[in-house]
């Protein structure tokens, strides 16, 4: 039998992650929504793709979560996505609900998951989940920082014309406008990065990064989804396959970076534990002030949570 990997959402993101996480080829996937016919018709879709991909895991939709019993993670994806001039802070009252009985489903049928919290605003969303399972820091966990980093890559990959496979970055901090690129954690190829960029252009770079998914909200209408489900999907494959990736990821803070009782992106190794280790870089002043600025930011977000 194969292990089991449920996503809940169906929508653009988490039925991305499932193909994704299908197409490593090791997990059974259920994709769940309260949409009648939205993941049965999505699961379907999948199936049919995977003769053509070469993937052989099967793909479940199902309105209900008997479907997901004793998975090995869950992803939340469900929640409502951002619309244009919308912030983050806006969606807390209503994701906070989303999330709360997601997670209070998921968990009945699956009591020795782990969970991965993708829903926006991703921080407080994370504090939702963990307060509602009662599960440990370990096993619950957020993703943004795989998602921010791919982001300020891909701008260093354009602006130094080298590969993005050589491109080193991390990006710390809340998933919003107060992320932290980590500048001086940054390099092409072993090369640090303001050896091949200007100051202007580095700030140039930053300031994308921390306005990436506002950027494709305007284009698009909607939030990105190719990115962030395969982003989900990689912290997927660190947990199942227990790979130990230092990954950014959003972790419960305890002290760590001088940050008590708070989700916040920090460098992780995750593993079939779950958050096995939180990394603390040596950052420099600007870089510390700019993390704890970020803090701030996500505590006013998470004191809107009415539980």
Not at 32 to 48: F, M, R, T, Y
Request: overall charge negative.
């Amino acid at each position: 039998m194969r292990r089991k990997v449920t996503v809940v959402g169906a929508g653009n993101v988490g039925a991305t992650a499932a193909q994704e996480i299908a197409r490593r080829d090791y997990a059974d996937v259920v994709l769940v929504d309260i949409k009648e016919g939205l993941p049965q018709g999505k699961a379907l879709d999948l199936n049919e793709a995977g003769p053509v991909l070469g993937y052989e895991p099967t793909i479940g939709g199902s309105n209900g979560y008997e479907e997901t019993a004793g998975s090995d993670v869950v992803v939340i994806t469900a929640g409502l996505p951002r619309k244009p001039g919308m912030s983050r802070d806006d969606l807390v009252t209503t994701n906070e609900q989303i999330v709360g009985s997601v997670t209070r489903e998921a968990v009945e049928r699956s009591p020795e998951a782990i969970l991965i919290v993708v829903s926006n605003p991703l921080d407080a969303m994370c504090h939702v989940a963990k307060n509602v399972s009662g599960w440990s820091r370990e096993r619950v966990f957020g993703m943004a920082g795989i998602l921010d980093t791919a982001r300020f890559s891909t701008f260093i990959a354009w602006e130094t014309g080298a590969s993005a496979k050589d491109v080193t970055a991390m990006v710390l901090g809340g998933h919003g406008d107060q992320m932290v690129p980590v500048v001086s954690a940054t390099s092409v190829g072993g090369v640090p990065l303001a050896e091949l960029a200007s100051p202007e252009a580095i700030e140039a770079m930053v300031e994308r990064t921390r306005k990436g998914g506002g950027e494709v909200v305007e284009l698009l209408g909607t939030s990105a989804w190719y990115a962030p489900g395969a982003a989900a999907a990689q912290m997927v494959d660190a947990v199942m396959l227990d790979q130990k990736r230092i990954l950014p990821c959003t972790a419960l803070l305890q002290g760590e970076y001088g940050i008590d009782d708070l989700y916040m992106g920090v460098p992780v190794k995750l593993g079939v534990a779950g958050v096995e280790e939180i990394v603390e870089l040596d950052l420099t002043a600007d870089e510390r002030a700019a993390l704890d600025e970020s803090a701030a930011a996500v505590r006013e977000v998470v004191a809107v949570l009415t539980g």
